[in-house]
Protein backbone atom coordinates (compact mmCIF):
# COMPACT_ATOMS: atom_id res chain seq x y z
CA UNK A 1 0.00 0.00 0.00
CA UNK A 2 1.33 3.28 -0.99
CA UNK A 3 2.44 5.65 1.95
CA UNK A 4 0.01 8.43 0.33
CA UNK A 5 -2.99 7.45 -1.93
CA UNK A 6 -4.76 9.74 -4.47
CA UNK A 7 -7.88 9.27 -6.78
CA UNK A 8 -5.24 9.95 -10.37
CA UNK A 9 -8.77 10.94 -11.94
CA UNK A 10 -9.37 12.45 -14.49
CA UNK A 11 -11.51 14.99 -13.13
CA UNK A 12 -13.54 16.76 -16.08
CA UNK A 13 -15.89 19.12 -14.73
CA UNK A 14 -17.05 22.19 -16.21
CA UNK A 15 -16.40 25.77 -15.88
CA UNK A 16 -17.89 27.30 -12.52
CA UNK A 17 -19.02 23.57 -10.96
CA UNK A 18 -17.43 22.72 -7.13
CA UNK A 19 -14.66 20.13 -7.13
CA UNK A 20 -13.20 17.95 -4.48
CA UNK A 21 -10.44 15.43 -4.17
CA UNK A 22 -9.55 13.46 -0.97
CA UNK A 23 -5.98 12.16 0.19
CA UNK A 24 -5.36 9.58 2.08
CA UNK A 25 -1.92 9.03 4.50
CA UNK A 26 -1.06 5.59 6.14
CA UNK A 27 1.42 6.85 8.40
CA UNK A 28 -0.22 8.12 11.51
CA UNK A 29 3.52 9.93 12.30
CA UNK A 30 2.86 12.74 9.84
CA UNK A 31 3.14 16.00 11.01
CA UNK A 32 2.70 18.24 8.21
CA UNK A 33 0.05 18.40 4.57
CA UNK A 34 0.49 20.66 1.83
CA UNK A 35 -1.07 20.43 -1.89
CA UNK A 36 0.98 21.21 -4.97
CA UNK A 37 -0.16 22.07 -8.45
CA UNK A 38 1.81 21.41 -11.65
CA UNK A 39 0.66 22.06 -14.89
CA UNK A 40 1.75 19.93 -17.51
CA UNK A 41 5.55 19.46 -18.33
CA UNK A 42 6.07 21.92 -15.56
CA UNK A 43 7.45 22.09 -12.20
CA UNK A 44 5.42 21.36 -8.96
CA UNK A 45 4.28 24.58 -6.94
CA UNK A 46 3.33 25.12 -3.73
CA UNK A 47 -0.54 25.65 -3.59
CA UNK A 48 -1.66 25.91 0.16
CA UNK A 49 -1.00 24.16 3.71
CA UNK A 50 -3.64 22.10 4.82
CA UNK A 51 -4.29 22.30 8.64
CA UNK A 52 -6.40 20.78 11.03
CA UNK A 53 -8.74 23.65 11.48
CA UNK A 54 -9.00 23.65 7.90
CA UNK A 55 -8.15 26.71 5.95
CA UNK A 56 -9.26 28.82 2.79
CA UNK A 57 -7.85 31.05 -0.07
CA UNK A 58 -9.97 32.32 -1.65
CA UNK A 59 -11.85 29.53 -3.94
CA UNK A 60 -9.77 26.96 -2.83
CA UNK A 61 -10.29 25.17 0.98
CA UNK A 62 -8.26 22.57 2.49
CA UNK A 63 -9.45 20.23 4.92
CA UNK A 64 -6.91 17.58 7.13
CA UNK A 65 -8.99 15.41 9.38
CA UNK A 66 -6.15 13.45 11.82
CA UNK A 67 -8.73 10.83 12.91
CA UNK A 68 -9.25 9.68 9.28
CA UNK A 69 -5.79 10.22 7.51
CA UNK A 70 -6.81 12.19 5.02
CA UNK A 71 -6.99 15.53 3.72
CA UNK A 72 -8.81 17.36 0.90
CA UNK A 73 -9.05 19.91 -1.08
CA UNK A 74 -12.39 21.94 -2.69
CA UNK A 75 -12.25 24.00 -5.37
CA UNK A 76 -15.36 26.20 -5.91
CA UNK A 77 -16.00 28.28 -8.95
CA UNK A 78 -13.74 26.71 -11.30
CA UNK A 79 -11.78 28.51 -14.01
CA UNK A 80 -10.58 26.60 -17.24
CA UNK A 81 -7.31 27.71 -15.73
CA UNK A 82 -7.63 25.58 -12.38
CA UNK A 83 -6.78 22.64 -14.93
CA UNK A 84 -3.95 20.70 -13.87
CA UNK A 85 -2.67 18.14 -11.54
CA UNK A 86 -3.02 18.76 -8.13
CA UNK A 87 -0.14 16.71 -5.89
CA UNK A 88 -1.16 15.87 -2.27
CA UNK A 89 1.99 15.80 -0.42
CA UNK A 90 2.91 14.67 3.44
CA UNK A 91 5.84 15.61 5.60
CA UNK A 92 7.33 14.14 8.55
CA UNK A 93 10.36 15.08 9.93
CA UNK A 94 12.86 17.44 7.76
CA UNK A 95 13.67 14.77 5.11
CA UNK A 96 10.76 12.05 5.23
CA UNK A 97 8.96 14.25 2.42
CA UNK A 98 6.17 12.16 0.43
CA UNK A 99 4.29 13.30 -2.82
CA UNK A 100 1.24 11.47 -4.05
CA UNK A 101 0.76 10.64 -7.65
CA UNK A 102 -1.20 13.45 -8.32
CA UNK A 103 -5.19 14.02 -9.25
CA UNK A 104 -5.74 15.26 -12.89
CA UNK A 105 -7.99 17.95 -13.09
CA UNK A 106 -9.59 19.26 -15.92
CA UNK A 107 -12.00 22.23 -16.66
CA UNK A 108 -14.14 22.10 -19.53
CA UNK A 109 -15.58 25.54 -20.64
CA UNK B 1 18.29 35.66 -11.83
CA UNK B 2 15.69 34.92 -9.37
CA UNK B 3 14.29 31.70 -7.74
CA UNK B 4 15.84 28.17 -8.83
CA UNK B 5 17.31 27.78 -12.11
CA UNK B 6 18.16 23.90 -13.77
CA UNK B 7 20.66 23.35 -16.67
CA UNK B 8 20.20 21.74 -19.43
CA UNK B 9 16.43 21.70 -19.33
CA UNK B 10 16.50 18.66 -21.75
CA UNK B 11 19.58 15.91 -22.18
CA UNK B 12 19.78 12.90 -23.93
CA UNK B 13 22.50 10.59 -23.45
CA UNK B 14 24.04 7.10 -24.03
CA UNK B 15 24.23 4.26 -21.53
CA UNK B 16 27.89 4.55 -21.71
CA UNK B 17 28.11 8.76 -20.97
CA UNK B 18 28.85 10.85 -18.49
CA UNK B 19 26.82 13.94 -17.32
CA UNK B 20 26.13 16.58 -14.96
CA UNK B 21 22.78 18.08 -13.79
CA UNK B 22 23.35 22.07 -12.11
CA UNK B 23 21.12 23.79 -10.20
CA UNK B 24 21.06 26.99 -8.46
CA UNK B 25 19.24 28.77 -6.36
CA UNK B 26 19.17 32.35 -5.49
CA UNK B 27 16.99 32.48 -2.59
CA UNK B 28 19.36 32.32 0.68
CA UNK B 29 17.77 28.70 1.39
CA UNK B 30 20.13 26.60 3.35
CA UNK B 31 18.61 23.11 2.16
CA UNK B 32 18.30 21.58 -1.52
CA UNK B 33 16.90 18.23 -2.81
CA UNK B 34 16.84 16.07 -6.01
CA UNK B 35 13.54 14.50 -6.79
CA UNK B 36 12.90 12.43 -9.86
CA UNK B 37 9.40 12.53 -11.45
CA UNK B 38 8.89 9.11 -13.80
CA UNK B 39 5.82 9.16 -15.91
CA UNK B 40 2.49 8.38 -14.01
CA UNK B 41 4.85 7.47 -10.68
CA UNK B 42 4.48 10.07 -7.60
CA UNK B 43 7.73 12.10 -7.20
CA UNK B 44 10.74 10.78 -5.40
CA UNK B 45 13.26 11.88 -2.54
CA UNK B 46 16.88 10.91 -4.31
CA UNK B 47 18.94 13.23 -1.97
CA UNK B 48 18.53 15.81 0.94
CA UNK B 49 21.45 18.73 1.28
CA UNK B 50 20.99 20.42 4.58
CA UNK B 51 23.65 23.01 5.10
CA UNK B 52 25.74 21.34 2.09
CA UNK B 53 25.81 18.16 4.13
CA UNK B 54 23.87 15.16 2.76
CA UNK B 55 20.95 14.38 4.73
CA UNK B 56 19.22 11.99 3.49
CA UNK B 57 20.03 9.25 0.29
CA UNK B 58 16.98 7.50 -0.64
CA UNK B 59 18.84 4.02 -1.43
CA UNK B 60 19.70 5.91 -4.89
CA UNK B 61 21.90 3.36 -7.38
CA UNK B 62 25.71 4.85 -7.22
CA UNK B 63 24.82 5.15 -10.94
CA UNK B 64 23.70 9.05 -9.25
CA UNK B 65 26.45 11.07 -7.59
CA UNK B 66 25.13 14.16 -5.61
CA UNK B 67 27.50 16.99 -5.02
CA UNK B 68 26.86 20.17 -3.07
CA UNK B 69 29.68 22.86 -3.16
CA UNK B 70 28.13 25.71 -1.60
CA UNK B 71 24.45 26.48 -0.40
CA UNK B 72 23.78 27.61 -3.83
CA UNK B 73 24.35 24.93 -6.27
CA UNK B 74 23.65 21.41 -6.19
CA UNK B 75 24.68 18.97 -8.75
CA UNK B 76 23.90 15.26 -10.31
CA UNK B 77 26.68 13.54 -11.87
CA UNK B 78 25.34 10.66 -14.05
CA UNK B 79 27.13 7.92 -15.53
CA UNK B 80 26.44 4.30 -17.06
CA UNK B 81 22.48 5.02 -16.24
CA UNK B 82 19.87 2.71 -18.13
CA UNK B 83 17.11 3.63 -20.15
CA UNK B 84 14.46 2.94 -17.16
CA UNK B 85 16.38 6.45 -15.62
CA UNK B 86 14.79 8.33 -18.31
CA UNK B 87 12.77 10.98 -16.22
CA UNK B 88 12.14 14.75 -15.21
CA UNK B 89 14.81 15.74 -12.40
CA UNK B 90 13.60 17.95 -10.33
CA UNK B 91 15.83 20.06 -7.87
CA UNK B 92 14.33 22.20 -5.12
CA UNK B 93 14.98 24.48 -2.38
CA UNK B 94 13.90 25.42 1.09
CA UNK B 95 14.94 27.19 3.92
CA UNK B 96 16.29 25.12 7.42
CA UNK B 97 15.33 21.66 5.45
CA UNK B 98 11.62 23.21 6.25
CA UNK B 99 10.15 21.61 3.20
CA UNK B 100 8.12 21.01 1.29
CA UNK B 101 7.30 24.99 1.52
CA UNK B 102 9.87 24.82 -0.92
CA UNK B 103 10.55 26.00 -4.77
CA UNK B 104 11.23 24.05 -7.51
CA UNK B 105 13.30 24.49 -10.28
CA UNK B 106 12.21 23.92 -14.15
CA UNK B 107 13.29 19.93 -14.44
CA UNK B 108 16.04 18.48 -16.48
CA UNK B 109 13.99 16.56 -18.81
CA UNK B 110 16.58 13.28 -19.07
CA UNK B 111 16.34 10.24 -21.83
CA UNK B 112 19.07 7.80 -21.68
CA UNK B 113 19.30 6.02 -25.01
Given at each position: RKEVEQDPG?????EGATVAFNCTYSNSASQSFFWYRQDCRKEPKLLMSVYSSGNEDGRFTAQLNRASQYISLLIRDSKLSDSATYLCVVQRGA??????SGTRLSIRP | ????????RHLVMGMTNKKSLKCEQHLGHNAMYWYKQSAKKPLELMFVYSLEERVENNSVPSRFSPECPNSSHLFLHLHTLQPEDSALYLCASSQDGQG?????GSGTRLTVV
Open positions: PFNVPSKIIFG | ETGVTQTPPGYTF
